[in-house]
């Protein structure tokens, strides 16, 4: 009798172990983490939503289709995440350039990230190594970003920050013994503000320049000057800007004299702020025509900032149809292209020489897209 019952308390205890490992969630191939505790069902899978990218020559199309993919199948999968506006970005290079390696990453918080890397047209590459440079960028840089998103999604976040929809990176513009420079910039949405007419975005980017006599180390090209601009009226194809966008704020405005000054952007619920130096001689803020802005950046020869690495970051603000950019369809929320085309100077024989010549601008545009109800408010 004993034993019948053994048998029996046995026999539920193994029906109990197989109903509780039928609802186990089940957990992705690849790199995964959880998603946020209100989406348990959901595992987030790192592979599934990663382009990876690298041949001869790569196409607009081929970014765009990929991209647009993914968000479309984050947007099914994660149904529970807050609305709000997921995007990315895509390279705008010249047609001196092409195209050899694009990554792009959406994480379940929303928050994306992408890397390019290009080189002049008429080179010959290595696929392994442009591979080795992709490779190094999703298991370096992208990697400390992914964690660094995860964490923040986990903790509550401040009430007075915007929400960052694309950081997008570029490879770095080497010119030997000239100089060399890069472009990052980021977009982001105000999810504070309450006007139920309109939407906010912000754009902050960042040119980083060095010298070629911080490079040799020897007496040679040094800052001289540089222009990035950021156009709100930007479109490309089918894919238009933001709906009645308009231009609120730029910053920093013209000033002068080597100095470090503290900025923001923001309504009065969202505030975007960073810092940044400005070179001697000055930086001079431009409004050529409709939301298009640009800052020319200029160094006096010989001063410090002009012999050594320096970074420079402008910001925009620009307001939009609320109803129609949640309608659901793709804009673009700007353009951020940055020219460095005699940007750096050397003297010779008592006669200022600049280089490099051409065309060597580039940069890179913001798609976006509602995620969630639509014309909500």
């Not at 479109?235 to 013209?254: I, K, M, R």
Request: with cysteine; net charge negative; aromatic share 10%.
């Amino acid at each position: 009798m004993k034993m019948k019952k053994a048998m029996r308390a046995l026999s539920l205890l193994m029906v109990l172990a197989l109903v509780g490992a039928m609802f186990v969630p089940a957990v992705s191939a690849g790199n995964t983490s959880q998603s946020s505790p209100k989406d348990q069902d959901v595992q987030y899978n790192v592979e599934k939503y990663t382009v990876r990218l690298v041949d001869s020559e790569i196409t607009l199309d081929e970014i765009d289709t990929q991209t647009q993919k993914i968000l479309d199948d984050f947007q099914g999968e994660f149904k529970n995440v807050s609305s709000r506006y997921i995007g990315a970005a895509e390279p705008d290079v010249s047609k001196d350039e092409k195209i050899v390696g694009y990554v792009f990453r959406i994480l379940p918080s929303g928050e994306s990230f992408s890397y390019t890397e290009t080189v002049s047209a008429d080179d010959s590459i290595s696929t392994k190594e442009i591979s080795s440079k992709i490779d190094a960028w999703i298991d370096g840089p992208l990697k400390i970003k992914t964690t660094e998103s995860l964490n923040k999604a986990s903790r509550s976040k401040s009430r007075s920050e915007p929400d960052p929809i694309h950081t997008a990176y570029t490879s770095v513009k080497n010119y030997p013994d000239i100089g060399k420079a890069q472009l990052i910039t980021t977009w982001y949405w105000d999810n504070q503000e309450t006007n139920s007419n309109q939407d906010y975005f912000f754009t902050k980017t960042t040119l980083a320049t060095d010298p070629g006599i911080d490079i040799s180390g020897y007496d040679i090209y040094q800052n001289y000057h540089f222009n990035i601009e950021i156009n709100s009226d930007y479109s490309l194809g089918s894919y238009q800007h933001l709906p009645n966008v308009a231009v609120s704020q730029n910053n920093p405005q013209t000033t002068t004299g080597f100095t470090t000054l503290g900025l923001s952007l923001g309504t009065s619920s969202c505030s975007l702020g960073w810092s940044t130096t400005i070179p001697d001689s000055s930086v001079i803020l431009h409004h050529s025509s409709g939301n298009i802005y640009n800052w020319d950046e200029e160094f006096t020869h010989y001063t410090n900032c002009a012999r050594s690495h320096f970074e420079f970051t402008p910001g925009q603000e620009s307001v939009c149809s609320q109803s129609s950019a949640r309608g659901g369809s793709t804009y673009i929320i700007s353009r951020v292209k940055a020219d460095v085309s005699n940007g750096w100077a050397k003297i010779n024989d008592g006669i200022l020489c600049f280089a490099p010549s051409g065309t060597n601008a580039w940069g890179h545009y913001c798609k976006v897209r509602w995620n969630g109800d639509y014309n909500h408010v």
